[in-house]
Protein backbone atom coordinates (compact mmCIF):
# COMPACT_ATOMS: atom_id res chain seq x y z
CA UNK A 1 0.00 0.00 0.00
CA UNK A 2 1.23 3.76 -1.05
CA UNK A 3 1.05 6.31 1.76
CA UNK A 4 2.50 9.84 2.19
CA UNK A 5 3.74 11.82 5.21
CA UNK A 6 3.93 15.61 5.48
CA UNK A 7 6.16 16.96 8.44
CA UNK A 8 4.16 19.74 9.76
CA UNK A 9 0.97 20.67 9.29
CA UNK A 10 1.60 24.41 9.70
CA UNK A 11 4.48 26.12 8.31
CA UNK A 12 4.95 29.69 8.61
CA UNK A 13 7.47 31.93 6.79
CA UNK A 14 8.34 35.39 5.83
CA UNK A 15 7.96 36.75 2.88
CA UNK A 16 11.19 36.91 0.47
CA UNK A 17 12.13 33.37 2.82
CA UNK A 18 12.88 30.40 1.58
CA UNK A 19 9.77 28.13 1.52
CA UNK A 20 10.20 24.68 2.19
CA UNK A 21 7.59 22.04 2.57
CA UNK A 22 8.48 18.06 3.12
CA UNK A 23 6.64 14.82 1.66
CA UNK A 24 8.13 11.40 2.33
CA UNK A 25 6.24 8.68 0.70
CA UNK A 26 6.04 4.92 0.57
CA UNK A 27 5.70 2.88 -2.72
CA UNK A 28 6.72 -0.53 -3.47
CA UNK A 29 6.73 0.29 -7.04
CA UNK A 30 8.05 3.54 -8.86
CA UNK A 31 5.64 5.90 -7.85
CA UNK A 32 4.10 8.94 -9.28
CA UNK A 33 4.31 12.07 -7.19
CA UNK A 34 2.45 15.45 -6.95
CA UNK A 35 2.10 18.25 -5.32
CA UNK A 36 -1.34 20.50 -5.52
CA UNK A 37 -2.29 23.63 -3.72
CA UNK A 38 -5.92 24.65 -2.25
CA UNK A 39 -6.84 28.18 -1.60
CA UNK A 40 -9.94 28.75 0.69
CA UNK A 41 -13.19 27.83 -0.47
CA UNK A 42 -11.92 25.88 -4.27
CA UNK A 43 -10.63 22.70 -5.24
CA UNK A 44 -6.97 21.45 -5.72
CA UNK A 45 -4.57 23.19 -8.27
CA UNK A 46 -1.78 20.68 -9.64
CA UNK A 47 1.38 22.81 -8.98
CA UNK A 48 3.85 19.75 -10.53
CA UNK A 49 4.12 16.03 -11.15
CA UNK A 50 7.05 13.67 -11.16
CA UNK A 51 6.69 10.73 -13.60
CA UNK A 52 10.52 9.96 -14.05
CA UNK A 53 11.23 12.06 -16.73
CA UNK A 54 13.44 14.18 -14.30
CA UNK A 55 14.02 13.87 -10.61
CA UNK A 56 14.28 17.54 -10.39
CA UNK A 57 10.54 19.50 -11.54
CA UNK A 58 9.94 22.39 -12.19
CA UNK A 59 6.33 23.65 -11.55
CA UNK A 60 4.00 27.03 -11.50
CA UNK A 61 4.67 29.91 -9.41
CA UNK A 62 7.95 29.27 -8.85
CA UNK A 63 7.90 26.27 -7.26
CA UNK A 64 9.96 23.25 -7.44
CA UNK A 65 10.76 19.85 -6.01
CA UNK A 66 13.14 17.34 -5.89
CA UNK A 67 12.72 13.30 -5.83
CA UNK A 68 15.16 11.75 -3.77
CA UNK A 69 14.87 7.86 -4.26
CA UNK A 70 17.48 6.83 -1.56
CA UNK A 71 15.21 9.40 1.35
CA UNK A 72 12.17 8.52 -0.29
CA UNK A 73 11.28 12.04 0.01
CA UNK A 74 9.48 14.45 -2.74
CA UNK A 75 10.12 17.87 -0.90
CA UNK A 76 8.62 20.76 -2.07
CA UNK A 77 10.64 24.36 -2.17
CA UNK A 78 10.55 28.20 -3.46
CA UNK A 79 13.58 30.62 -3.14
CA UNK A 80 10.89 33.32 -2.09
CA UNK A 81 7.93 33.51 -0.43
CA UNK A 82 4.70 35.63 -1.36
CA UNK A 83 2.02 36.89 0.20
CA UNK A 84 -0.37 34.65 -2.59
CA UNK A 85 1.55 31.78 -1.72
CA UNK A 86 -0.27 31.76 1.45
CA UNK A 87 -2.34 27.77 1.17
CA UNK A 88 -2.97 24.51 2.08
CA UNK A 89 -0.42 22.04 0.40
CA UNK A 90 -1.37 18.48 -0.11
CA UNK A 91 1.15 16.13 -1.45
CA UNK A 92 0.45 12.73 -3.26
CA UNK A 93 1.63 9.79 -4.36
CA UNK A 94 0.06 7.47 -7.15
CA UNK A 95 1.33 4.20 -8.91
CA UNK A 96 -0.56 4.42 -11.99
CA UNK A 97 -0.03 7.78 -13.33
CA UNK A 98 -3.32 10.58 -12.58
CA UNK A 99 -5.38 7.23 -11.28
CA UNK A 100 -6.29 7.00 -7.36
CA UNK A 101 -4.20 9.74 -5.73
CA UNK A 102 -3.07 8.90 -2.01
CA UNK A 103 -3.20 12.22 -0.19
CA UNK A 104 -1.03 13.14 2.80
CA UNK A 105 -2.71 15.46 5.61
CA UNK A 106 -1.61 18.81 4.20
CA UNK A 107 0.39 21.02 5.30
CA UNK A 108 -0.72 24.81 5.65
CA UNK A 109 1.62 27.63 4.90
CA UNK A 110 1.26 31.15 6.26
CA UNK A 111 3.34 34.23 5.31
CA UNK A 112 4.37 36.69 7.49
CA UNK A 113 4.75 40.11 6.41
CA UNK B 1 -12.00 26.13 -21.64
CA UNK B 2 -14.86 25.32 -18.61
CA UNK B 3 -13.16 23.90 -16.40
CA UNK B 4 -14.48 21.16 -14.05
CA UNK B 5 -18.22 22.16 -12.79
CA UNK B 6 -19.37 20.59 -9.13
CA UNK B 7 -22.76 21.32 -7.94
CA UNK B 8 -24.89 22.44 -6.21
CA UNK B 9 -21.57 24.21 -4.35
CA UNK B 10 -22.99 24.25 -0.68
CA UNK B 11 -26.15 21.07 0.69
CA UNK B 12 -27.51 20.50 3.66
CA UNK B 13 -29.50 17.55 4.89
CA UNK B 14 -30.42 15.46 7.80
CA UNK B 15 -29.45 11.99 9.23
CA UNK B 16 -30.95 9.26 7.04
CA UNK B 17 -31.75 11.10 3.72
CA UNK B 18 -29.70 10.41 0.65
CA UNK B 19 -28.41 12.91 -1.48
CA UNK B 20 -26.77 13.25 -5.44
CA UNK B 21 -23.85 15.18 -6.18
CA UNK B 22 -23.26 16.11 -10.20
CA UNK B 23 -20.10 16.34 -12.05
CA UNK B 24 -19.35 17.77 -15.36
CA UNK B 25 -15.27 17.01 -16.36
CA UNK B 26 -13.84 19.14 -18.99
CA UNK B 27 -14.68 18.96 -22.67
CA UNK B 28 -13.04 16.02 -23.81
CA UNK B 29 -12.04 14.05 -20.29
CA UNK B 30 -13.66 10.31 -20.41
CA UNK B 31 -12.29 10.02 -17.01
CA UNK B 32 -13.92 11.05 -13.60
CA UNK B 33 -12.90 11.05 -9.80
CA UNK B 34 -14.42 11.54 -6.66
CA UNK B 35 -12.64 12.42 -3.45
CA UNK B 36 -13.62 13.28 0.14
CA UNK B 37 -11.89 15.41 2.04
CA UNK B 38 -12.43 15.51 6.11
CA UNK B 39 -10.65 17.81 8.47
CA UNK B 40 -9.93 14.40 10.35
CA UNK B 41 -9.16 11.89 7.45
CA UNK B 42 -8.02 14.42 4.92
CA UNK B 43 -8.49 13.86 1.15
CA UNK B 44 -9.75 10.10 0.46
CA UNK B 45 -10.26 8.85 -3.19
CA UNK B 46 -13.77 7.44 -3.20
CA UNK B 47 -14.00 5.86 -6.68
CA UNK B 48 -13.35 6.29 -10.81
CA UNK B 49 -15.13 6.16 -13.54
CA UNK B 50 -14.47 5.49 -17.34
CA UNK B 51 -16.49 5.14 -19.87
CA UNK B 52 -19.81 4.88 -18.00
CA UNK B 53 -17.40 1.83 -15.77
CA UNK B 54 -16.13 2.15 -12.31
CA UNK B 55 -12.64 1.61 -12.67
CA UNK B 56 -11.56 1.94 -9.57
CA UNK B 57 -12.82 2.22 -5.64
CA UNK B 58 -11.32 3.25 -2.67
CA UNK B 59 -12.25 1.60 0.58
CA UNK B 60 -15.50 3.44 1.26
CA UNK B 61 -19.34 1.51 2.49
CA UNK B 62 -21.69 0.38 -0.40
CA UNK B 63 -23.81 4.12 0.41
CA UNK B 64 -21.31 5.72 -1.61
CA UNK B 65 -22.07 5.08 -5.12
CA UNK B 66 -21.28 6.46 -8.17
CA UNK B 67 -22.58 6.53 -12.20
CA UNK B 68 -21.06 7.88 -15.03
CA UNK B 69 -23.06 9.07 -17.93
CA UNK B 70 -22.27 8.34 -21.67
CA UNK B 71 -21.19 12.42 -22.24
CA UNK B 72 -19.00 11.16 -19.60
CA UNK B 73 -20.63 13.40 -16.44
CA UNK B 74 -21.03 11.94 -13.40
CA UNK B 75 -22.98 11.25 -10.27
CA UNK B 76 -22.15 10.37 -6.85
CA UNK B 77 -25.15 9.22 -4.48
CA UNK B 78 -24.81 8.91 -0.98
CA UNK B 79 -27.33 6.89 0.74
CA UNK B 80 -28.50 6.75 4.74
CA UNK B 81 -26.87 10.44 5.76
CA UNK B 82 -24.49 10.02 8.54
CA UNK B 83 -23.05 12.96 10.40
CA UNK B 84 -19.48 11.58 9.65
CA UNK B 85 -20.38 12.15 5.75
CA UNK B 86 -20.12 15.78 6.46
CA UNK B 87 -17.49 16.92 3.81
CA UNK B 88 -16.16 18.73 0.91
CA UNK B 89 -16.43 16.21 -1.90
CA UNK B 90 -14.29 17.41 -5.00
CA UNK B 91 -14.91 16.14 -8.26
CA UNK B 92 -11.21 15.44 -10.76
CA UNK B 93 -11.09 14.73 -14.07
CA UNK B 94 -8.58 13.83 -16.66
CA UNK B 95 -8.45 12.61 -20.39
CA UNK B 96 -7.69 9.26 -19.69
CA UNK B 97 -5.40 8.30 -22.68
CA UNK B 98 -2.60 5.45 -22.46
CA UNK B 99 0.40 8.59 -21.54
CA UNK B 100 0.94 8.29 -18.00
CA UNK B 101 2.00 12.26 -18.13
CA UNK B 102 -1.77 12.85 -17.46
CA UNK B 103 -2.56 15.72 -15.38
CA UNK B 104 -5.47 15.58 -12.81
CA UNK B 105 -8.22 18.58 -12.71
CA UNK B 106 -10.05 19.17 -10.17
CA UNK B 107 -13.06 20.86 -9.13
CA UNK B 108 -13.80 23.27 -6.31
CA UNK B 109 -16.49 21.02 -4.83
CA UNK B 110 -19.57 20.21 -2.76
CA UNK B 111 -19.44 21.21 0.81
CA UNK B 112 -22.48 18.68 2.59
CA UNK B 113 -23.43 19.09 6.03
CA UNK B 114 -25.52 16.87 7.73
CA UNK B 115 -27.35 17.82 10.69
Known amino acids: AQSVTQLGSHVSVSEGALVLLRCNYSSSVPPYLFWYVQYPNQGLQLLLKYTSAATLVKGINGFEAEFKKSETSFHLTKPSAHMSDAAEYFC???????????FGQGTRLTINP | KAGVTQTPRYLIKTRGQQVTLSCSPISGHRSVSWYQQTPGQGLQFLFE???????NKGNFPGRFSGRQFSNSRSEMNVSTLELGDSALYLC??????????????FGSGTQLSVL
Open chain 1, 92 to 102: AVSDKGAQKLV
Open chain 2, 49 to 55: YFSETQR
Open chain 2, 92 to 105: ASRKAGTSTDEKLF
